[in-house]
C-alpha cells in the first residue's frame, strides 16, 4: 500500500470502474462481431460441403456450428452482466451521494436544534404573548381616553340636537324645552 497515493473518491472510483466496464465490453462485443463474422463462413462451408456430399466433413463442421454459437451465446450473456454490474455501481453511487446529502443535512438539523431550545423558545413565545397583551391594553386605554376628551363636546351638542328634534317631532313646545333646561342645568 502506497502511503502517499491520494485516497480516491466515489466519483473517481465510480468514473475508473465504468471505464474499465466500457472497455470490457467493447472487447467482448469485438469478439462477438468476429465469431458472428466466423459463423457466417462456417455456415458458408457446411453448405458447400453437403452439396459435395462430404457427410463426415459436414458433420464436424456442424458440431463446430454448434460450438461457436454457444461461445457467441456465452459472451453475450458476460456482456449483459457487465452493463448489469456497471449500472449497479452507478446506483451504489447514486446511494453514496444521498447518504452523504442526508449527512449533511443531518448536521444542519443537529445545528439548528441546539439553537432552538424548546424551553427557551416557549419562554420567548410566553413574554412576547404578555408583551402582547399589555401593548393591546395600553392603546385600548389610550384609544379611549383620546375618544373621551374629543366626543365628549359633540357628544353633548349631538345629544341636544337630538333631543330637540325628537321634541320638534312630537309637537313639545318651548317651555317645556327651558324646564328641561332647567332641570337639566341644576
Same mark, same amino acid.
Given at each position: 500500500?502506497?502511503?502517499?497515493?491520494?485516497?480516491?473518491?466515489?466519483?473517481?472510483?465510480?468514473?475508473?470502474?465504468?471505464?474499465?466496464?466500457?472497455?470490457?465490453?467493447?472487447?467482448?462485443?469485438?469478439?462477438?462481431?468476429?465469431?458472428?463474422?466466423?459463423?457466417?463462413?462456417?455456415?458458408?462451408?457446411?453448405?458447400?460441403?453437403?452439396?459435395?456430399?462430404?457427410?463426415?466433413?459436414?458433420?464436424?463442421?456442424?458440431?463446430?456450428?454448434?460450438?461457436?454459437?454457444?461461445?457467441?451465446?456465452?459472451?453475450?450473456?458476460?456482456?449483459?452482466?457487465?452493463?448489469?454490474?456497471?449500472?449497479?455501481?452507478?446506483?451504489?453511487?447514486? &446511494?453514496?451521494?444521498?447518504? &452523504?446529502?442526508?449527512?449533511?443535512?443531518?448536521?444542519?438539523?443537529?445545528?439548528?436544534?441546539?439553537?432552538?431550545?424548546?424551553?427557551?423558545?416557549?419562554?420567548?413565545?410566553?413574554?412576547?404573548?404578555?408583551? &402582547?397583551?399589555?401593548?393591546?391594553?395600553?392603546?385600548?386605554?389610550?384609544?379611549?381616553?383620546?375618544?373621551?376628551?374629543?366626543?365628549?363636546?359633540?357628544?353633548?351638542?349631538?345629544?341636544?340636537?337630538?333631543?330637540?328634534?325628537?321634541?320638534?317631532?312630537?309637537?313639545?313646545?318651548?317651555?317645556?324645552?327651558?324646564?328641561?333646561?332647567?332641570?337639566?342645568?341644576?
Amino acid at each position: 500500500m502506497n502511503i502517499f497515493k491520494k485516497k480516491t473518491t466515489p466519483k473517481d472510483a465510480l468514473r475508473t470502474s465504468k471505464r474499465e466496464m466500457a472497455v470490457a465490453t467493447r472487447g467482448i462485443e469485438r469478439e462477438i462481431t468476429s465469431l458472428q463474422l466466423e459463423e457466417k463462413r462456417l455456415v458458408a462451408e457446411i453448405k458447400k460441403t453437403a452439396k459435395t456430399g462430404n457427410e463426415a466433413a459436414t458433420k464436424i463442421l456442424a458440431r463446430q456450428l454448434v460450438r461457436l454459437r454457444q461461445q457467441i451465446t456465452n459472451l453475450q450473456g458476460s456482456r449483459a452482466q457487465i452493463r448489469g454490474v456497471t449500472t449497479h455501481t452507478q446506483a451504489l453511487y447514486a &446511494s453514496t451521494s444521498i447518504s &452523504s446529502g442526508m449527512k449533511g443535512a443531518t448536521k444542519a438539523m443537529v445545528a439548528m436544534n441546539k439553537q432552538m431550545a424548546p424551553t427557551k423558545q416557549a419562554k420567548v413565545i410566553k413574554d412576547f404573548q404578555k408583551q &402582547s397583551a399589555q401593548l393591546d391594553m395600553t392603546i385600548e386605554m389610550m384609544s379611549e381616553a383620546i375618544d373621551e376628551t374629543l366626543d365628549k363636546d359633540e357628544a353633548e351638542e349631538e345629544t341636544e340636537d337630538l333631543t330637540n328634534q325628537v321634541l320638534d317631532e312630537i309637537g313639545v313646545g318651548v317651555a317645556s324645552q327651558v324646564r328641561f333646561l332647567c332641570i337639566k342645568a341644576k
